[in-house]
């Protein structure tokens, strides 16, 4: 079973557990939060592996792309993550130049978990 660091959706940081530590996620939500890191990746950000990453700068930020086009550059990120064999993202708004939404995902086992974005 795998589990990351839990982030607080809010802010996206590290968030902590009733003790005062460092909280954890387990699958399947472990899995849907790294997708939704995965989807908020630029491109060339990952310093070990500069092909990962959504291209904000080059097509999306300051253009105008269709919304089919960013759901691919996104959902196609999601998979990107160990396990992950389906992912759907939906959106749910664009306000001061945010998007927010939901990514769903599903494990090989069949499994689906989601979190916002």
Not at 28 to 43: E, G, V
Not at 45 to 56: I, L, N, T
């Amino acid at each position: 079973m795998a589990s990351t660091l839990l982030l607080d959706q809010s802010g996206w940081d590290l968030a902590l557990d009733v003790s005062g530590n460092i909280a954890v996620a387990t699958e399947p939500y472990a899995q849907a939060q790294d997708a939704a890191s995965s989807m908020r990746t630029f491109a060339g950000e990952v310093w070990y592996d500069r092909s990962r990453g959504v291209p904000y700068w080059e097509q999306i930020l300051g253009h105008y792309p269709p919304v089919s086009l960013m759901r691919t550059y996104l959902e196609g990120a999601a998979l990107l993550v160990p396990g992950i064999v389906k992912a759907r993202a939906f959106f749910t708004g664009f306000a001061d130049r945010r998007l927010t939404g939901q990514v769903q995902i599903q494990d090989a086992s069949g499994q689906v978990s989601a979190t916002g974005f």
